[in-house]
């Protein structure tokens, strides 16, 4: 069992940054991936970047790559993604996930088992 626990969102300028942290507790392992999604009102909840948890590989949506940054810290269990250059179009609730990468995709919902209750992220024009 994974329990996870976001933190960092609020409300920003359509430019500002904002870091957000996914803090985990629970079995990790070198096969753990950790990845954060958003849901927009109206949307379906969409991928935005993971990070495994062995060898560091990250992946990223087109929408916020060179943008966001996603990043760990093991020995804390904790996960960031650190947003920049923020648009009104990334206003949403961010939330994190845990599963592992050898069950499929890390793009895809069903690769993770395990979700944070989410951060809602604001950014005004």
């Known amino acids: 069992q994974v329990q996870l626990g976001e933190s960092g969102g609020g409300l920003v300028q359509a430019g500002g940054s904002l870091r957000l942290t996914c803090a985990a507790s629970?079995?990790?392992?070198?096969?753990?991936?950790m990845g954060w999604f958003r849901q927009a009102p109206g949307k379906e909840r969409e991928f935005v970047a993971a990070?495994?948890?062995?060898?560091?590989?990250?992946y990223y949506a087109d929408s916020v790559k060179g943008r966001f940054t996603i990043s760990r810290d093991n020995a804390k269990n904790t996960v960031y993604l650190q947003m920049r250059t923020l648009k009104p179009e990334d206003t949403a609730v961010y939330s994190c996930?845990?599963?592992?990468?050898?069950?499929?995709?890390?793009?895809?919902?069903?690769?993770?088992?395990?979700w944070g209750q989410g951060t809602q992220v604001t950014v005004s024009s």
């Open positions: 996930a845990a599963g592992d990468k050898r069950r499929g995709a890390m793009v895809v919902e069903t690769t993770y088992d395990y």
């Open positions: 990070i495994t948890w062995g060898v560091w590989n990250t």
């Open positions: 629970g079995r990790t392992s070198t096969n753990t991936v």
